[in-house]
Every structure is written in structure tokens, then in C-alpha cells.
T-cell receptor
Framework: EAGVAQSPRYKIIEKRQSVAFWCNPI?????LYWYQQILGQGPKLLIQ????????DSQLPKDRFSAERLKGVDSTLKIQPAKLEDSAVYLC????????????FGPGTRLLVL | AQKITQTQPGMFVQEKEAVTLDCTYD???????LFWYKQPSSGEMIFLIY??????QNATEGRYSLNFQKARKSANLVISASQLGDSAMYFC????????????????FGTGTRLQVTL
């Protein structure tokens, strides 16, 4: 069974530029999550989708971050404009149906904002 | 709200020895799940083991076991027969189920423990 796929793996941009990340969850997983992991910390949830609906985006900085999951499968996370403090690893995860179900993570995208 | 505490920023263990990584948690949710993840330097977060709050037995997965002590609110990870490939960051995490709504909370992570396996 294929795992969670993410691209790109690495991205370097200058501040005020925009960037987008893509995630393809495990086949059949209804719930998709985006996390931000700053160096030296545990991951922090940015947004959770159940199918193509948003369940929780309370920690998403909505003035610059946006995410969508239009057909209930793939998802994109966008940052526009990027700030220096957005430098982090962006992890996508999926689970079968949310709740207490195990979340499986992708390899992450390392973003460096200069 | 949930809180996960991992008090060991770093640990060393010799190859083939067992090691225990500590995790304590705090929650008022009646039902919750506890997870351990491994994060190698490559960055991916690898699921290791899960313990439900109502599970009677401690969870085991191969060389990983979870020492769950509910009254003490601890969920320590035990790795037996350490291997060089076990060198990584290890995160303890939990999800709770809200008492009144039955909905699940966010997955909350601790700050992690860096394990180094030596020859």
C-alpha cells in the first residue's frame, strides 16, 4: 500500500514570495491533515479536512495561508506572501476516518524562506 | 486541553541494549489515544505504536512496547535490543475525545527525545 506522498521535498524562496505544497493521502483515507514543524519542536496542526470539508483550521494563519482539498483526495497548501518565520517542515498526514485513528505522515516538505 | 511532556531531550543507549523513553500526559477527556512516532533525520514521521485509554493490555509492536500506567498518566516507550537504525527523534502524542461532543481533539505532540544508539 502506497504511503502519503508530498511534493516538493525541498523549497527555498525569498520572503514575500508565494509557495505551494501538494499532498496525496493514502488511498481511501477520508481525513487529511497539514502540520507545521518548526526546528526543535513537535508538529503543530494547521488544518484538518474530512473528505473535502474543513474540520479544524483554528491554527491556520488565514491572512497568508490557504488550503484546499477540492475532490476529497489530493490537497494543496499555499503560503502567500511568505515570511521568514514560515521556515519549517510542512507535513501532510492522513487517517482512515479521523477520531482516534492513527495518522500516517508523508515525508514532508522542508521550506526555507530567505 | 491536552498536554504531553517529554523530559528527556536526549538519550544514549548502546547497541543491543534496551532503552525507555519517558512520556507523561495530562487530559480531562474520558477517552484518548496515545501514539509514539519516530522521526529520522530525513524528516518523515513514522508511526510506531498506539495505546487506547481503555485498552487492558500494554501495546506491543515487535521491538517496541508501551508501558502504560493510567493512574500515573504515563506512556513510556520501551525499545528492546536497540539497533543503530533506531537513532532518531521520538515523539509522544495524544488525541482526546471531548466528553460532551464525542468529537476528537487535535493530535498533540511532545517536544521529542533524541535517541542516539552507539556501538
Amino acid at each position: 500500500e502506497a504511503g502519503v506522498a508530498q511534493s516538493p521535498r525541498y523549497k527555498i524562496i525569498e520572503k514575500r514570495q508565494s509557495v505551494a505544497f501538494w499532498c496525496n493521502p493514502i488511498s481511501g483515507h477520508a481525513t487529511l491533515y497539514w502540520y507545521q514543524q518548526i526546528l526543535g519542536q513537535g508538529p503543530k496542526l494547521l488544518i484538518q479536512f474530512q473528505n473535502n470539508g474543513v474540520v479544524d483550521d483554528s491554527q491556520l494563519p488565514k491572512d497568508r495561508f490557504s488550503a484546499e482539498r477540492l475532490k476529497g483526495v489530493d490537497s494543496t497548501l499555499k503560503i502567500q506572501p511568505a515570511k521568514l518565520e514560515d521556515s519549517a517542515v510542512y507535513l501532510c498526514a492522513s487517517s482512515l476516518d479521523g477520531g482516534l485513528g492513527t495518522q500516517y505522515f508523508g515525508p514532508g516538505t522542508r521550506l526555507l524562506v530567505l | 486541553a491536552q498536554k504531553i511532556t517529554q523530559t528527556q531531550p536526549g538519550m544514549f543507549v548502546q547497541e543491543k541494549e534496551a532503552v525507555t523513553l519517558d512520556c507523561t500526559y495530562d487530559t480531562s477527556d474520558p477517552s484518548y489515544g496515545l501514539f509514539w512516532y519516530k522521526q529520522p533525520s530525513s524528516g518523515e514521521m513514522i508511526f510506531l505504536i498506539y495505546q487506547g485509554s481503555y485498552d487492558q493490555q500494554n501495546a506491543t509492536e515487535g521491538r517496541y512496547s508501551l508501558n502504560f500506567q493510567k493512574a500515573r498518566k504515563s506512556a513510556n516507550l520501551v525499545i528492546s535490543a536497540s539497533q543503530l537504525g533506531d537513532s532518531a527523534m521520538y515523539f509522544c502524542a495524544m488525541i482526546g475525545v471531548f466528553r460532551w461532543t464525542g468529537t476528537a481533539s487535535k493530535l498533540t505532540f511532545g517536544t521529542g527525545t533524541r535517541l542516539q544508539v552507539t556501538l
